[in-house]
């Protein structure tokens, strides 16, 4: 199984701030790695696929790179609207596995 | 609009058995890859299990805490896609997700919430 360690857990950051979020993957996936937002009582909304692919309607803020086992998630001129948990995904082998999550709080 | 909706959780005793429903609309149902993921109270995303489209093959694989016990299955002609659960432990309350997506998950639904207490 393949897992993900998203770092950090938890940030408290401010608006207009620039957020880095990682993924590494216990061995290499490629590029098969997809970021999610889920606020509070919501579903998970894709936000990035393919690693660094856009997703149409998703604010051009975010922004993903890497491939292998390192990714990052960067969330630039952070906004109010984006307290939430961040989560990554890989889908280059089964079983299917998520990263534990990373919350972001807005100060 | 595109979307989908789960149905069919509830409260039922360890060891018991329900059946979840995911209806799709507004988007080419038969082709899709359906997932099924659950979210514990207060904890993470957890992969449950997939079922593929007809045409490639109508494949189901699981994640290991639920195989032998969880089944998914599809309809085409009602764009529903079921998950059966049997013999629930506590640990399998959770919100449960479908999704669509053979590699990114690119619609979800609302969720269903499935409560195991005795």
């Known amino acids: 199984e393949i897992v993900l360690t998203q770092s950090p857990d938890f940030q408290s950051v401010t608006p207009k701030e620039k957020v880095t979020i990682t993924c590494r993957a216990s061995?290499?996936?490629?590029?098969?790695l997809h970021w999610y937002q889920q606020k509070p009582d919501q579903s998970p909304r894709l936000l990035i696929k393919d690693a660094s692919q856009s997703i149409s309607g998703v604010p051009s803020r975010f922004s993903g790179s890497g491939s292998g086992t390192d990714f990052t998630l960067t969330i630039n001129s952070l906004e109010a609207e984006d307290a939430a948990t961040y989560y990554c995904?890989?889908?280059?082998?089964?079983?299917?596995?998520f990263g534990q999550g990373t919350r972001l709080d807005i100060k | 609009e595109v979307q989908l909706v789960e149905s069919g959780g509830g409260l039922v005793k360890p060891g018991g058995s329900l059946r979840l429903f995911c209806t799709g609309s507004g988007f080419i149902f038969s082709n899709a890859w359906m997932n099924w993921v659950r979210q514990a109270p207060g904890k993470g995303l957890e992969w449950v299990g997939r079922i593929k489209s007809k045409p490639d093959g109508e494949t189901r694989d699981y994640a290991a805490p639920v195989k032998g016990r969880f089944t998914i299955s599809r309809d085409d002609s009602k764009n529903t896609v079921y998950l059966q659960v049997n013999s629930l432990k506590t640990e399998d309350t959770a919100m449960y997700y479908c999704?669509?997506?053979?590699?990114?998950?690119?619609?979800w639904g609302k969720g269903t919430t499935v409560t195991v207490s005795s």
């Open positions: 995904h890989q889908s280059s082998s089964l079983p299917i596995t």
């Open positions: 999704a669509t997506g053979g590699y990114y998950m690119d619609i």
């Open positions: 061995q290499s996936i490629g590029d098969s």
